[in-house]
């Protein structure tokens, strides 16, 4: 008789292993977070909105009164320098001033010439600098 238990218990212990071979186990997918989306640009070479426009010169502005130093001394933060900048630029390019929208090409030419102005130079309105003055950024 203790053949016939042993025979059992290692049936028994076969028939377990083999059906938790078989179970399945499934993860739950996992949630995965889009990645920020960059600033909107011109889909097929079209016009932007005269805001993102602006949003983005503002940006220039900043990265540029960084470089002079000027964020800690002048600014107290980048996003105090955009806060201030963003209200002075406001009124200096609008969809009044461009109807047509912003030209892509302009406004990267335009943020270009921002991020790289002489340091002694006020930009205190949109069109200190010549890009980005609006008969470069206005499409037509």
Do not use: F
């Amino acid at each position: 008789m203790t053949r016939s238990r042993q025979l059992l218990a290692v049936t028994g212990v076969a028939v377990a292993i083999m059906s938790l071979g078989g179970c399945e186990r499934r993860r739950e997918p996992v949630a995965i977070e889009p990645a920020p989306q960059p600033p909107p640009t011109a889909i097929g070479g079209g016009p932007l909105d005269t805001e993102a426009a602006v949003e983005r010169i503002v940006e220039a502005r900043c990265v540029r009164e960084a470089s002079c130093g000027l964020i800690g001394t002048k600014w107290a933060s980048h996003e105090a320098c955009v806060e201030v900048a963003s209200r002075e630029y406001a009124d200096d390019l609008t969809e009044e001033d461009c109807p047509n929208g912003v030209d892509g090409n302009g406004l990267s030419q335009c943020e270009e010439a921002t991020r790289t102005a002489d340091c002694n130079l006020a930009l205190d309105v949109v069109g200190r600098v010549p890009a980005c003055r609006k008969s470069t950024l206005c499409s037509r």
